[in-house]
C-alpha cells in the first residue's frame, strides 16, 4: 500500500467521522458546528467519492440564509459547550436555526460549478440563493458601489488573526461582554491561536453589531472596523463570473451579475499598493492599506486579474527562498509573521488550492504545479491538521481537519495533469 494511498483512506475517513448527516464540522471539538466555507470545500471532497453527500452539504448551509441574503459563516444545528461564542453572544434573534450573524469568503458559486461539471446542475432554487448572497454582499459590505468588499469583522475574511487587521482593531475598546470563557485554547495549543487581545475585541465587535440589530445600514455606516479585503473581493470575482456560467447553463438572465464583475474588475486596482508591490488591503475608515502581501496578494489570477502578474511572480519566488513549504498566510520577511499562530503564517491548502488555480488559468504551470507538490508533501509528512508550518512542514491548530482532507482528495493527491 502507498503512501498517498494510506493518506487517501485516512482522508475519507476525516470526513466520515466529522459528517453530522447534512453538514461536515471542521474537526470535532474545537469547531463542532457548520462553518461557512469550511462546508463547501468539504462538498469538493464528498464530490469526489459521494455526489449525492457534496450536494446535501450545500443545501444544508443555504437553509440557513437570512432574508436579506447574508449567509452566515456558523450555523449552530446542535448545541455544544466545546465552543464559544455560541447563539447567546451573537444574539442574532434566528433560531431555526441559530447562526452567527456575518458571512464568510463565498465560495459557493465556484464549488457548485465544479460539481455540475461532474454531475448535474443544480436546482433553479439553489442558483437563485447563491446570487441572492452575491447581491448581499455588493449591498451590505459595499453600499458606496467602489468595486471592493468589505469586512465588518475579521472572521469575515476567514483569516481570523491577519496582521493586517491589527491597525484597525486597535481603534476598538475591549470587550463589553464582561469575562469571557475561550474554549478554542481547550483543544489547541495557546502558541496557534489568537492572543486574548484580539479575542477581547472580536467579542466587542460582535457585541456592537448585536446591540443595532444586525442592521447592515448602520454596521457599514458604524463599524469601527470596516476594511476592504482582496481575498474577499477575489474570492467573490471569480464567484461572480461562476454564476453567470451556471447561469447560462439554467437560461436564466445574467445581466446583474455582468454588471457586478465589470464593477469588481474595475475596483481591483485600489488594493494594489506600490510601496510593497502587492496586493493589500485597504483600511476604509482612514484609506490607508495594509503594510505587506498575504496569501490573499496571490489570488488576483483566481480572480481573472492580470495586471500585476510578474511582479506577483516575483513576490512569490522571494517568499520561496524564506519558506520551505508555499505559500505562507503573511509575508515571511515581515517581522509580523509568525509560524505557528493561526493566519500570521501557516500554510493553508484551501488557499494554496486556489491560488493554484489562479497560476495554473494564467499559464504560470510550474508555480501551479509547485503549489500543489509542496501541499501534497506537507499533507504526506504530517497529516490532516488545519493548517502547517510554513518553515518546518510541522502541522498546526486542530487535527483531523476536513478542509485539508478535502483538498487532499480533490487536489493535492492527483498526479500533474497534462496541460
Ligand atoms: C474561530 O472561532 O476561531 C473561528 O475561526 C471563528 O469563525
Known amino acids: 500500500m502507498s503512501a498517498a494511498t494510506d493518506r487517501t483512506r485516512e482522508a475519507k475517513t476525516i470526513l466520515l467521522e466529522n459528517d453530522r448527516g447534512t453538514y461536515t464540522v471542521p474537526t470535532e471539538g474545537l469547531y463542532p458546528f457548520q462553518w461557512n466555507w469550511d462546508s463547501l470545500f468539504a462538498a469538493l471532497g464528498w464530490a469526489q467519492f459521494d455526489l449525492p453527500r457534496a450536494w446535501a452539504e450545500i443545501h444544508s448551509l443555504f437553509d440557513a440564509q437570512w432574508p436579506s441574503g447574508m449567509v452566515p459563516h456558523i450555523v449552530f444545528w446542535s448545541d455544544s459547550s466545546s465552543y464559544f461564542p455560541g447563539p447567546e453572544i451573537w444574539r442574532t434573534g ?3 436555526p441559530a447562526s452567527s450573524g456575518i458571512s464568510q469568503p463565498p465560495v ?10 461532474m454531475d448535474h446542475l443544480p436546482s433553479l432554487s439553489l442558483y437563485r440563493s447563491i446570487e441572492r448572497w452575491h447581491q448581499w454582499w455588493h449591498r451590505a459590505r459595499d453600499p458606496e458601489g467602489r468595486g471592493i468588499i468589505a469586512i465588518s469583522h475579521p472572521w469575515e475574511s476567514g483569516r481570523d488573526n491577519l496582521p493586517d487587521w491589527d491597525q484597525p482593531l486597535s481603534r476598538i475598546a475591549s470587550s463589553s461582554n464582561g469575562h469571557h470563557q475561550r474554549r ?6 495557546p502558541d496557534m491561536r489568537p492572543l486574548q487581545a484580539d479575542y477581547d475585541r472580536y467579542l466587542a465587535l460582535v457585541d456592537q453589531a448585536a446591540t443595532v440589530g444586525w442592521d447592515d445600514t448602520v454596521i457599514a455606516q458604524q463599524s469601527p472596523f470596516w476594511v476592504a479585503d482582496p481575498g474577499l473581493s477575489a474570492v467573490l470575482l471569480r464567484a461572480e463570473r461562476d454564476l453567470i456560467w451556471l447561469g447560462t447553463a439554467l437560461g436564466e438572465p445574467t445581466d446583474a451579475a455582468q454588471i457586478r464583475v465589470a464593477r469588481l474588475e474595475s475596483g481591483f486596482e485600489q488594493f494594489w499598493n ?23 496578494s496571490f489570488l488576483a489570477p483566481y480572480a481573472g486579474i492580470v495586471n500585476h502578474t510578474e511582479q506577483l511572480l516575483n513576490e512569490l519566488e522571494a517568499w520561496s527562498q524564506t519558506c520551505e513549504f508555499l505559500v505562507p498566510s503573511f509575508d515571511p520577511r515581515h517581522p509580523h ?76 493527491s492527483h498526479q500533474p495533469c497534462p496541460m
Open 337 to 412: 509573521f509568525e509560524p505557528l499562530r493561526y493566519w500570521r503564517g501557516p500554510v493553508w491548502c484551501m488557499v494554496n488550492y486556489m491560488i493554484s488555480t489562479g497560476l495554473n488559468e494564467i499559464g504560470a504551470t510550474q508555480w501551479a504545479e509547485r503549489l500543489r507538490t509542496d501541499t501534497a508533501k506537507l499533507i504526506t509528512k504530517s497529516g490532516m491538521p488545519e493548517s502547517f508550518n510554513p518553515i518546518t512542514g510541522g502541522p498546526v491548530g486542530g487535527q483531523d481537519f476536513t478542509w485539508t482532507a478535502a483538498l487532499w482528495l480533490a487536489w493535492a
Open 274 to 296: 506600490d510601496k510593497v508591490g502587492a496586493y493589500c488591503s485597504l483600511d476604509l475608515r482612514n484609506g490607508q492599506h495594509a503594510e505587506a502581501g498575504t496569501s490573499a
Open 184 to 189: 478554542d485554547l481547550d483543544h489547541v495549543n
Open 108 to 117: 459557493a458559486a465556484t464549488i457548485v460549478k465544479l460539481l455540475s461539471e
Open 94 to 96: 434566528r433560531n431555526a
